[in-house]
């Protein structure tokens, strides 16, 4: 027996059914990044030594500056939807897109420079958690990008057939891509200015 896709919220949650599943997947991933950030406090605390100003600031800032644009563009697409503006909508998840992909570029050459000067995850303590906690973000972003990419190509064809649903999945994957933009302004500060 399927579960039938409604769009109607539920009287008991206020939520979709889509909507209520990818806060629950949500849940999940803040307890995989508050186990991050707790090693990173707890190897922090514990090192006898902790390098200051390792880390290139002006770059992470300008990739902090291009995700948050990222997430206006997708509150933009998802906006256009609920207007039935297709056109439009399709520009601004291409720019989400975009601006996924600039921040994928700035980190590779963020991470070319350290992995240069020997600043390896093996290096120290420092660059282990440093590569982990980026890395899992970065991973995140691809799935989200993945996920943008496919409704701006093969999915795009529930556009016009199911308007209501594509929307509805659109936001899904809208809140999915604030949830990362939103970790990445915790690690900003955390591992770049503390």
Known sequence: MQIPYVVDTRPDTGLYNGKLGVWLFLASEVMLFGGLFSAYVLLRMGAPVWPRHALNVPMAAMNTAVLIASSMTMVMAWASLKMRQWTRARGYLAATLFFGAIFLVVKFF?????????????????FAIYYTLTGVHMLHLIAGMLAIAYFLGPGARMMR?????????????????????????FLFPTLYLV
Do not use: C
Not at 167 to 178: D, P, Q, S
């Open 161 to 185: 057939q199911a308007p209501e649903q594509f929307t509805n999945r659109i936001e899904a994957v809208g809140l999915y891509w604030h949830f990362v933009d939103l970790i990445w302004i």
């Open 110 to 126: 963020e991470y070319s420079e350290h992995l240069r000067a020997g600043e390896n995850p093996a290096h120290s303590m420092f």
